[in-house]
């Protein structure tokens, strides 16, 4: 089965950097992705990582230890816009499933 | 491109009614899903589809709910009857392939669905 945490919540102020945890238990790994989900919308895509290491992106950045279970997504700079809720996503293997299985996801507020 | 399109945007129905639900897919996807999206249990998958075939429901709650996809240009999501624990947003996505390395699937708006 799949088991995929996140904080619930976050606060950060303006023009700081935040990350945001995301720790996964899952039999076989294929990919891991983030999404934003602004209030009243469909999410949508912001990074993918399949090997170790930071994938950067302007503002975001996401990292990934496939030994550890364990993934981050960086904002700098932040934005009043980026108050959203950020989801984490995995991908079991391909021989297996073609689907996503998204944690339940961080709501980040950006302060003044 | 138009993205994914879905209707209706917002649904409130009587229970015991039917609801359905519908979705056009990104031209040339040939993967489409059904998420619900919840509070409580947050984005759960119910059923997709690989060219127009259902390939896992494990995700259906329960036989009140159904889908379709007659082609590759359209699916619908009934439910029926219709109970106030489904009230919640419904999305569709589909996606190209799935299989190559950064293949993202790429949601609808939402159906807002609220049963009273």
């Known amino acids: 089965g799949q088991n995929i945490d996140q904080p619930t919540e976050m606060t950060a102020t303006e023009g700081a950097i935040v990350q945001i945890n995301c720790t996964y238990q899952?039999?076989?790994?294929?990919?891991l992705f983030w999404y934003q989900q602004h209030a009243g919308e469909a999410p949508t895509f912001l990074s993918y990582?399949?090997?170790?290491g930071l994938e950067e992106k302007g503002r975001f950045s996401s990292f990934l230890s496939r030994s550890k279970g364990y993934s981050y997504l960086l904002l700098k700079e932040l934005q009043m816009k980026d108050s959203a809720s950020y989801l984490c996503?995995?991908?079991?293997?391909?021989?297996?499933?073609?689907?996503?299985?998204f944690g339940s996801g961080t709501r980040l507020l950006v302060r003044p | 491109d138009a993205g994914v399109i879905q209707s209706p945007r917002h649904e409130v129905t009587e229970m015991g009614q039917e609801v359905t639900l519908r979705c056009k897919p990104i031209?040339?996807?040939?993967?489409l899903f059904w998420y619900r999206q919840t509070m409580m249990r947050g984005l759960e998958l119910l059923i997709y589809?690989?060219?127009?075939?259902?390939?896992?429901d494990s995700g259906m709650p329960e036989d009140r709910f159904s889908a379709k996809m007659p082609n590759a240009s359209f699916s619908t999501l009934k439910i029926q009857p219709s109970e106030p624990r489904d009230s919640a947003v419904y999305f569709c996505?589909?996606?190209?392939?799935?299989?190559?390395?950064?293949?993202?699937?790429?949601f609808g708006e939402g159906s807002w669905l609220t049963v009273v």
């Open positions: 996505a589909s996606s190209f392939l799935f299989r190559a390395r950064e293949d993202t699937i790429y």
């Open positions: 996503a995995v991908r079991p293997p391909m021989d297996s499933s073609y689907k996503l299985i």
């Open positions: 589809f690989n060219n127009n075939v259902p390939i896992d």
């Open positions: 990582n399949v090997l170790d």
């Open positions: 031209s040339g996807h040939d993967y």
């Open positions: 899952t039999s076989g790994f294929n990919g």
